[in-house]
C-alpha cells in the first residue's frame, strides 16, 4: 500500500508561480512511475506529468516549457514546478503513483487546489 499527500496548492494570479509537493510513505525508486494529474469542474481527470525511475520525464503539451516535475528520492517526495500560470490550469492536481509489475496499482492522493486568477 502506498499513501500519497499534496501539499502547495493555492490562490495565483496568471503570469505566477506553484510548487506542488507530494509526499510519498514509501521509497518512491521502488514504487515505479510517479506522476501528476488534474481535474477541472466538468471535465476529466488529464495528465499532467511523469517521471519514471529512468527520470525520462513526459508532459502534457498544454503545459510543456512551463511544468516541471522532478522527484526526490531521499525525501520520497515528487515536486510539480508550475510556471506562467493561465487561469485554463485551476484544477484539482492530483499525485499518482504506478507500481512496478504487472497489472501496475494505481494509487491517487486526496488532491490539491489549483486556482489561477486572471
Known amino acids: 500500500q502506498v499513501q500519497l499527500v499534496e501539499s502547495g496548492g493555492g490562490l495565483v494570479q496568471a503570469g505566477g508561480s506553484l510548487r506542488l509537493s507530494c509526499a510519498v510513505s514509501?521509497?518512491?525508486?521502488?514504487?515505479?512511475?510517479m506522476g501528476w494529474y488534474r481535474q477541472a469542474p466538468g471535465k476529466q481527470r488529464e495528465l499532467v506529468a511523469t517521471?519514471?525511475?529512468?527520470?525520462?520525464?513526459n508532459y502534457a503539451d498544454s503545459v510543456k516549457g512551463r511544468f516541471t516535475i522532478s522527484r526526490d528520492n531521499a525525501k520520497n517526495t515528487v515536486y510539480l514546478q508550475m510556471n506562467s500560470l493561465k487561469p485554463e490550469d485551476t484544477a484539482v492536481y492530483y499525485c499518482?503513483?504506478?507500481?512496478?509489475?504487472?497489472?501496475?496499482?494505481?494509487?491517487w492522493g486526496q488532491g490539491t487546489q489549483v486556482t489561477v486568477s486572471s
Open positions: 514509501r521509497s518512491i525508486f521502488s514504487v515505479g512511475t
Open positions: 499518482n503513483a504506478r507500481s512496478l509489475g504487472w497489472p501496475p496499482t494505481q494509487y
Open positions: 517521471i519514471p525511475r529512468s527520470d525520462i520525464t
